[in-house]
């Protein structure tokens, strides 16, 4: 069985995967306060919940967008599971070429992704990852990575939205029942969504008016749900790309 772990800025998201099947996922909030002692007991917890134990853990692939927090989840593995976990970055193959002006500054969250995209979809193929923040890669089809876009996450907007003004309160992010909103935190729900959608949308478009050849769109990320089923743009939803592109990969690897 293999672990793979997301280590976001928001959240530390875990999988349990037995072959290419996903058995189970689990979030923990990133902190750098916490301690390998810490993290070691939550994956114990976590494989207790499938009726697993440490020696059923045959290897662990991190993906960490966060430097800070490396050191003591990778301690935790070795400490309790006794595995020295491969870690997604540069030496590790991937099977994709990555054409920008800096190779090593491309997420291994937006590789793994890549990988998991073009591995099971086909390219060429956009793969945006609705997370702290939101990016668009592009893969084409001689397997490259050739062009990518960073913006803010919904999440990120809203905590910038109430953090700069004296009287917004935090709001649930979900589908408004209609844009004609009658109270603040209705007009914030209606205003954050639409806005976020239209520029999903627009962003897509972009990429098509500059691209010249036609591609799938996938869509993956903690906000994708709120989005899919409201725009033609988005061809395929798939909520564990990221876990079955580090699967490809630590294949690649093994």
């Known amino acids: 069985m293999l672990i793979a772990v997301d280590i976001g800025n928001t959240n530390i998201v875990i ?3 037995d072959g290419t099947r996903i ?3 689990y979030r923990i909030t990133t902190s750098a306060r916490h301690t390998s002692d ?11 919940l499938k009726g697993l134990k440490a020696g059923d853990v045959d290897d662990v692939i991190i993906a960490s967008v966060v430097p800070q927090v490396m050191h003591s989840f990778r301690s935790s593995v070795v400490k309790f599971l006794d595995i020295d976990p491969m870690v997604v970055g540069p030496g590790v193959r991937s099977g994709l070429s990555i054409r920008m002006d800096d190779p090593k500054s491309l997420g291994a969250d937006c590789l793994a992704d890549c990988v998991g995209a073009y591995e099971l ?26 062009a990518g876009l960073i913006s803010p996450g919904l999440q990120t907007a809203v905590g910038s939205l109430v953090s700069g003004t004296a009287q917004l309160p935090e709001v649930e992010i979900t589908r ?27 962003t897509i478009d972009q990429f098509r008016a500059e691209i010249d050849e036609d591609f ?5 990320g903690g906000l994708a749900s709120v989005f899919k089923d409201d725009t033609d743009r988005i ?3 798939d909520p564990d790309l990221i876990f079955k592109g580090m699967a490809i990969i630590y294949r690649k690897n093994a």
Do not use: H
């Open 15 to 17: 999988g349990l995967l």
């Open 23 to 25: 058995l189970g996922t």
């Open 38 to 48: 810490e993290y070691g007991l939550m994956m114990l917890q976590f494989l207790a």
């Open 121 to 146: 979809y086909g390219g060429p193929i956009l793969v945006a990852d609705f997370g702290t923040a939101t990016t668009f890669n592009y893969v084409d089809a001689r397997k490259a990575i050739t």
């Open 176 to 202: 408004p029942g209609s844009i004609l909103a009658k109270g603040t935190k209705t007009a914030m729900q209606a205003g954050l969504y639409y806005s976020f959608l239209g520029g999903i949308e627009r």
């Open 216 to 220: 799938k769109v996938v869509a993956t």
């Open 235 to 237: 061809d395929i939803y």
